[in-house]
């Protein structure tokens, strides 16, 4: 587990679409005008990422990059669901760089919700070099790489929040946005990932 780990997380690569498209927003907000299009596109965009940091997940595939400082037991990957490890790496006891293999050396649970990596069967970690960000993965994380592979109830949240910031441009929360954002927290409850 990652709770007191000194640990960094980094997206190297971003989703290559929104979970909403922009005419899908502008019919969401019935808005048919095209004044407000680079707007709305930036609107989704921070919807998307509110209901990806509330549920701990990635919604359309990305690259992460997790960082520690050593070898833990079982390396609880942050950011589900967890698609694949492209490569881990550390710095061994004598400050050269390391890659362990896949199968060989560390096994991958894409089942579990977080992602767990761990050693092979009878396996350990080997040791580290002792200094900060010695142990390296990188990963794939996300439900896919379509708008269509990212569940319904969660896609109807990103609208939510896209309504709501359409609204309120200003940080101050009013009277029935509150109930919205109520709403939409409903709607994910259930998919949160307790925070690594």
Do not use: C
Not at 53 to 62: E, V
Not at 102 to 108: F, N, Q
Not at 159 to 185: M, N, P, Q
């Amino acid at each position: 587990m990652l709770r007191g780990v000194t640990h960094s997380l980094t997206q190297t690569a971003g989703p290559s679409v929104e979970p909403l498209s922009l005419t899908e927003a502008k019919a969401h907000l019935r808005v048919t005008h095209t004044a407000e299009d680079t707007l709305i596109s930036a609107l989704i965009t921070a919807a998307r990422t509110e209901v990806e940091n509330y549920l701990g997940r990635q919604l359309i595939t990305a690259t992460w990059v997790l960082r520690l400082d050593e070898f833990i037991d079982t390396i609880e990957v942050p950011r589900a669901p967890l698609q694949s490890v492209t490569s881990l790496a550390y710095v061994d006891t004598n400050g050269d760089s390391q890659t362990l293999e896949a199968d060989t050396d560390y096994t991958v649970d894409v089942y579990s919700t977080p992602g767990r990596v761990v050693p092979v069967y009878g396996g350990s970690w080997p040791s580290t070099y002792g200094h900060v960000n010695d142990v390296t993965l990188t990963y794939e994380a996300g439900y896919g790489d379509a708008a269509t592979d990212v569940p319904s109830n969660i896609i109807h949240a990103v609208r939510l929040y896209l309504g709501h910031y359409y609204e309120h441009r200003e940080a101050f929360i009013v009277g029935d946005s509150i109930a919205k954002l109520e709403t939409a927290e409903r709607l994910l409850f259930y998919d949160r990932v307790e925070h690594v």
